[in-house]
């Protein structure tokens, strides 16, 4: 199944509590992927690719050192 992802920058100006993690988290810009998979629709060769969110929301990964 083809997918894409599509990364943002999740800026917080205070440090903030995120579920599963002991501590503050430091302010800052965190980068946050969002990934897509591709809908097989079989309407025809004129039909555009779709998309739709894959999975669960992720937790960002080093969420200790923004970017």
Known sequence: MATRTTPTV???????LLPGFDSLQPAGGYRVDQDKALIDVSV????????????????????DSPC
Not at 10 to 16: G, N, T, V
């Open 44 to 63: 025809g060769l004129a039909s555009p690719a779709r998309y739709r969110r894959a999975g669960p929301p992720e937790t960002p990964d080093g969420a």
């Open 10 to 16: 999740a800026r917080f100006s205070s440090p903030f």
